[in-house]
């Protein structure tokens, strides 16, 4: 039928223009939506709205750029708290991952990755020395992945660096035993530094992160070879910074030199209720369950350390918590309590070197130290500092018997008292 009426007409245009707009409008919209809510990681499900066949679609559907998956564009960004967990029993995922910033992740907007307790492995290269890569990336939580390494150098677990704040590593099992090298730079299981071969490098990529949490992870490295130089390592920057970092409940062994390595300028680290065992690796070296050098302040708590070796090898030296020199800018208080320190073997052993001159205050109590062995000598507590009047040593027990022991000494202004 020909419609005649030029108004009529008109209202039928328009309609039309309307709903054309309408469609157009929810085009767009899908467009630039935003992630929020539950998606699956499945390598053997086809690619989705909801499911990613790896973990770098995942990260390039919340960056917003095309999937290599081949999946739908969700858009980029969050627009509220997001998970993506791995299907059980779908792993291996073989893939290097790097995170950067993502659009809208906050304290509400937290984004998950739930491994599933399945494997997340790769071997590394030199140009990104590390399995799971933060690099800039904020408000995220790494829960349950158990993440490998396949390269006998380049071995980092996780590397986080460029202002990656308030993230959460927990509950992963992070494995380096593919690690021979005894490199510094290298075998860890989670490094915050700014260099990719270096974990000394502290003015390099300036602050790494703040707010950052390392909870209830098992990391470790093979008793038949050296590698694994440190379980988690971090550096500050050129000035003396508070991270806000906390390092809780993990479980670290079969390393080299070092369970937890902070090196310079960084202030107030919590160490809590971790387990530290050195481990029974094929040859020994001077090592610390925790190393802290020219730092300032920190909570030692609860922590258990122990050297764990097969022989009493008197060729090295052994240091349950090594907190040494700090700085007399941005003093912090140092607290070494509650802990439990089980040294038997090395020719030289401290128990609790706690030499950090310029503390603004120091409390040693009610800690735990087992050094028996019928060879060697040292200390059960050493500390050393230029303020005497803020120390306090209490309640800790001594239980040496080896040769030549100290059980408890400190000095003040350079003077042995």
Same mark, same amino acid.
């Given at each position: 039928?020909?419609?005649?009426?030029?108004?009529?007409?008109?209202?039928?245009?328009?309609?039309?223009?309307?709903?054309?707009?309408?469609?157009?409008?929810?085009?767009?919209?899908?467009?630039?939506?935003?992630?929020?809510?539950?998606?699956?990681?499945?390598?053997?499900?086809?690619?989705?709205?909801?499911?990613?066949?790896?973990?770098?679609?995942?990260?390039?559907?919340?960056?917003?750029?095309?999937?290599?998956?081949?999946?739908?564009?969700?858009?980029?960004?969050?627009?509220?708290?997001?998970?993506?967990?791995?299907?059980?029993?779908?792993?291996?995922?073989?893939?290097?991952?790097?995170?950067?910033?993502?659009?809208?992740?906050?304290?509400?907007?937290?984004?998950?990755?739930?491994?599933?307790?399945?494997?997340?492995?790769?071997?590394?290269?030199?140009?990104?020395?590390?399995?799971?890569?933060?690099?800039?990336?904020?408000?995220?939580?790494?829960?349950?992945?158990?993440?490998?390494?396949?390269?006998?150098?380049? &071995?980092?677990?996780?590397?986080?660096?460029?202002?990656?704040?308030?993230?959460?590593?927990?509950?992963?099992?992070?494995?380096?035993?593919?690690?021979?090298?005894?490199?510094?730079?290298?075998?860890?299981?989670?490094?915050?530094?700014?260099?990719?071969?270096?974990?000394?490098?502290?003015?390099?990529?300036?602050?790494?992160?703040?707010?950052?949490?390392?909870?209830?992870?098992?990391?470790?490295?093979?008793?038949?070879?050296?590698?694994?130089?440190?379980?988690? &390592?971090?550096?500050?920057?050129?000035?003396?910074?508070?991270?806000?970092?906390?390092?809780?409940?993990?479980?670290?062994?079969?390393?080299?030199?070092?369970?937890?390595?902070?090196?310079? =300028?960084?202030?107030?680290?919590?160490?809590?209720?971790?387990?530290?065992?050195?481990?029974?690796?094929?040859?020994?070296?001077?090592?610390?369950?925790?190393?802290?050098?020219?730092?300032?302040?920190?909570?030692?708590?609860?922590?258990?350390?122990?050297?764990?070796?097969?022989?009493?090898?008197?060729?090295?030296?052994?240091?349950?918590?090594?907190?040494?020199?700090?700085?007399?800018? =941005?003093?912090?208080?140092?607290?070494?309590?509650?802990?439990?320190?089980?040294?038997?073997?090395?020719?030289?052993?401290?128990?609790?070197?706690?030499?950090?001159?310029?503390? =603004?205050?120091?409390?040693?109590?009610?800690?735990?130290?087992?050094?028996?062995?019928?060879?060697?000598?040292?200390?059960?507590?050493?500390?050393?500092?230029?303020?005497?009047?803020?120390?306090?040593?209490?309640?800790?027990?001594?239980?040496?018997?080896?040769?030549?022991?100290?059980?408890?000494?400190?000095?003040?202004?350079?003077?042995?008292?």
């Amino acid at each position: 039928m020909e419609i005649h009426n030029y108004s009529l007409k008109r209202l039928i245009r328009g309609v039309s223009y309307a709903a054309i707009c309408i469609a157009g409008l929810a085009i767009s919209n899908v467009a630039s939506a935003q992630m929020s809510g539950n998606y699956t990681i499945d390598k053997n499900s086809a690619a989705s709205a909801s499911n990613f066949q790896s973990y770098n679609s995942a990260v390039e559907a919340l960056r917003g750029v095309t999937r290599s998956d081949g999946g739908p564009s969700l858009g980029g960004g969050v627009n509220g708290a997001v998970t993506i967990s791995v299907a059980q029993g779908s792993g291996p995922y073989q893939e290097q991952v790097v995170v950067p910033a993502i659009t809208g992740s906050n304290a509400t907007n937290r984004v998950t990755f739930d491994g599933n307790g399945e494997r997340l492995q790769f071997s590394n290269s030199s140009s990104n020395t590390a399995v799971m890569k933060l690099n800039g990336c904020d408000y995220f939580t790494f829960h349950n992945i158990n993440v490998k390494t396949l390269h006998s150098t380049f &071995a980092r677990g996780f590397w986080v660096l460029n202002r990656s704040d308030h993230n959460i590593i927990e509950d992963c099992e992070i494995d380096i035993t593919s690690c021979t090298t005894t490199s510094s730079g290298y075998g860890c299981g989670i490094a915050m530094v700014g260099s990719a071969t270096s974990a000394t490098s502290y003015t390099t990529g300036g602050v790494k992160g703040l707010y950052n949490t390392f909870r209830n992870n098992e990391i470790y490295g093979s008793p038949s070879n050296r590698g694994m130089y440190s379980g988690i &390592a971090f550096n500050g920057s050129s000035s003396m910074t508070d991270l806000y970092l906390t390092i809780e409940g993990n479980y670290i062994h079969n390393y080299y030199t070092y369970g937890i390595y902070e090196y310079r =300028n960084v202030k107030n680290t919590k160490f809590i209720d971790n387990v530290i065992k050195r481990g029974q690796k094929l040859s020994y070296t001077t090592f610390a369950g925790i190393y802290s050098y020219f730092n300032a302040g920190g909570l030692y708590d609860g922590n258990y350390i122990a050297d764990d070796c097969p022989s009493n090898s008197e060729t090295y030296t052994a240091y349950g918590i090594y907190a040494y020199y700090g700085s007399s800018a =941005n003093n912090g208080d140092l607290e070494i309590i509650n802990n439990t320190i089980n040294l038997n073997s090395g020719r030289y052993r401290q128990g609790i070197l706690a030499q950090q001159f310029y503390s =603004n205050s120091k409390k040693i109590s009610h800690n735990t130290l087992y050094m028996r062995s019928n060879n060697g000598y040292g200390y059960g507590i050493m500390s050393y500092s230029y303020n005497y009047n803020n120390v306090e040593i209490k309640n800790n027990i001594v239980d040496a018997d080896f040769t030549q022991v100290s059980h408890i000494e400190f000095s003040s202004l350079g003077v042995r008292v």
